[in-house]
T-cell receptor, first 116, second 114 residues
């Protein structure tokens, strides 16, 4: 089964500083990886995805992620953090179940706190 | 265009009761998936429906059931509620059963079981 791990429950960063939210994955075959963000009492919003191609993926709101096959990592990054980036971030991997259905497996989430 | 809509937004039930949650997908999307998000955890897959048929089921007891209607909207039903069923229930839609694209999520239904 596919899985992702987010080793940090919370990341604190000062406004204007670069941020990194870590994710490692375990898959058989080619990974289909995603990052989603969740604001309080809201559903999940898509940030970016890696399917194939360039290892540096650019997404919404200035976020990017670096896919590293040798380290099985897919870390989320942003050059300059904003207070409004404070939210819960989920790494996720797409899996295909027997019979051809799709499910997405999410990590446990990392709370990002940007300090003014 | 409207996004994925879920109703109700909040619900309070007592143990043993039954609950029905509703979801309307994005227009043109034929697949609906349900996820359960317990506080402090990531969402967990419950079901995927496509063209009114259940295509996949996660590791949830038979108390959980769902269906999809001809207009592609969906209902999630939970019987004999337990305290542990308290969670945010998220609905997501996609155009097809398999896609490389993102899931489009609704804002969820917050279920509290007392």
């Amino acid at each position: 089964a596919q899985s992702v791990a987010q080793p940090e429950d919370q990341v604190n960063v000062a406004e204007g500083n670069p941020l990194t939210v870590k994710c490692t994955y375990s898959v058989s075959g080619n990974p289909y990886l995603f990052w989603y963000v969740q604001y309080p009492n809201r559903g999940l919003q898509f940030l970016l995805k890696y399917i194939t191609g360039d290892n540096l993926v650019k997404g919404s709101y200035g976020f990017e992620a670096e896919f590293n096959k040798s380290q099985t990592s897919f870390h989320l990054k942003k050059p300059s953090a904003l207070v409004s980036d404070s939210a819960l971030y989920f790494c996720a991997v797409r899996d295909i179940g027997s019979g051809g259905y799709q499910k997405v497996t999410f990590g446990t989430g990392t709370k990002l706190q940007v300090i003014p | 265009d409207a996004g994925v809509t879920q109703s109700p937004t909040h619900l309070i039930k007592t143990r043993g009761q039954h609950v029905t949650l509703r979801c309307s997908p994005i227009s043109g999307h034929k697949s609906v998936s349900w996820y359960q998000q317990v506080l402090g955890q990531g969402p967990q897959f419950i079901f995927q429906y496509y063209e009114k048929e259940e295509r996949g089921r996660g590791n949830f007891p038979d108390r959980f059931s769902a269906r999809q209607f001809p207009n592609y909207s969906s209902e999630l039903n939970v019987n004999a509620l337990l305290l542990g069923d308290s969670a945010l229930y998220l609905c997501a839609s996609t155009p097809r059963v398999l896609t490389n694209e993102k899931l489009f999520f609704g804002s969820g239904t917050q279920l509290s079981v007392l």
